[in-house]
Nanobody, 120 residues
Framework: QGQLVESGGGLVQPGGSLRLSCETSGITFRLYAMSWYRQAPGKERELVASITSVGTTTSYVDSGKGRFTISRDNAKNTVYLQMNSLRPEDTAVYLC?????????????WGQGTQVTVSS
């Protein structure tokens, strides 16, 4: 059974930076596409950034382009989200997601999330 554990969240002032990490276990990490989602109180869960299994393609929510960078280290079974120029509207619980499709079957796992609060 796959496990995803996020870390790196916290309280930061507007304009600051945070680096989130998601360490995985129990899955063949290099086969999974990885994503970061976020969920703010009263709002729907939102896809923030994604990276393919081999790390060659990334995508971002429009509000994160130019500020966020997703990366992965397949040797460490870990995916990262570097967030710069943080804004109060980035405040949310950030969740890590792993997904793979094989032989027509979907495999996916979620972490429990890490809180990011952007406030002065």
């Amino acid at each position: 059974q796959g496990q995803l554990v996020e870390s790196g969240g916290g309280l930061v002032q507007p304009g600051g930076s945070l680096r989130l990490s998601c360490e995985t276990s129990g899955i063949t990490f290099r086969l999974y596409a990885m994503s970061w989602y976020r969920q703010a109180p009263g709002k729907e869960r939102e896809l923030v950034a994604s990276i393919t299994s081999v790390g060659t393609t990334t995508s971002y929510v429009d509000s994160g382009k130019g500020r966020f960078t997703i990366s992965r280290d397949n040797a460490k079974n870990t995916v990262y989200l570097q967030m710069n120029s943080l804004r109060p509207e980035d405040t949310a619980v950030y969740l890590c997601h792993a997904r793979r499709t094989a032989l027509g079957r979907n495999y996916e796992y979620w972490g429990q999330g890490t809180q990011v609060t952007v406030s002065s």
